[in-house]
């Protein structure tokens, strides 16, 4: 049974950083390229940022992230991060981690096969 269990989520303040954890299990990690999505109250869920597979040597973001954002992962751990810096309070909402079996990475949700639940992450102004 794959699992993907994010945390790290918290509240902050404007400017502030987090670094959020997607723990996977039950799938052979290094095989899938993965990414951060986030879903504000009301609004749609959008990407955020991207990793291929194998050793992550490429990597994608949102406009509204890069150059703050930082998406690594560590295949000895199944373990993805999402370095968060100078957050701003439009960055509110919970984070998603997922799967793709596929090399490259993509900023579509739909390709994902694996979803985790989702931590919430709060920005104060």
């Known amino acids: 049974q794959v699992q993907l269990v994010e945390s790290g989520g918290g509240l902050v303040q404007t400017g502030g950083a987090l670094r959020l954890s997607c723990a996977a299990s039950g799938l052979t990690f290094s095989v899938y390229s993965l990414g951060w999505f986030r879903q504000a109250p009301g609004k749609e869920r959008e990407f955020v940022a991207a990793?291929?597979?194998?050793?992550?040597?490429?990597?994608t973001y949102s406009d509204s992230v890069k150059g703050r954002f930082t998406i690594s992962r560590d295949n000895a751990n199944d373990t993805l991060y999402l370095q968060m810096n100078s957050l701003k309070p439009q960055d509110t909402a919970i984070y998603f981690c997922a799967a793709d079996l596929t090399h490259f990475p993509t900023t579509r949700a739909l390709p994902y096969d694996y979803w985790g639940q989702g931590t919430q992450v709060t920005v104060s102004s």
């Open positions: 990793i291929s597979s194998g050793t992550g040597s490429r990597t």
